[in-house]
């Protein structure tokens, strides 16, 4: 189980822009955050969906994974 801190989304002109923070995240957690994020913005998806994919607590459940173009790793701070 990991706790997502911060999840902020955020669109500037055509850019669409989506910031996480953790203490640690699982292998592709973002970008399967961010492709069911897409799939909701785009009307394929509602929240329940979301919400069941999450219930489901199988990755067969979720939706298929954003591309990593685009994607960034801008700090990581060790305490």
Same mark, same amino acid.
């Given at each position: 189980m990991k706790t997502l801190d911060v999840l902020d989304v955020e669109r500037i %002109?055509?850019?669409?822009?989506? *910031?996480?923070?953790? *203490?640690?995240f699982l292998h592709?957690?973002? *970008?399967?955050?961010? %492709?069911?994020?897409?799939?909701?913005?785009? %009307?394929?998806?509602?929240?329940?969906?979301?919400?069941?994919?999450l219930a489901a607590r199988d990755r067969a459940a979720c939706a298929p994974v954003a591309p990593p173009d685009g994607l960034y790793l801008l700090r990581v701070d060790y305490e």
């Open positions: %002109g055509e850019e669409i822009r989506v *910031r996480a923070a953790a *203490r640690s592709n957690q973002v *970008r399967s955050m961010v %492709g069911a994020l897409a799939l909701v913005g785009e %009307g394929k998806w509602s929240v329940d969906d979301v919400s069941a994919a």
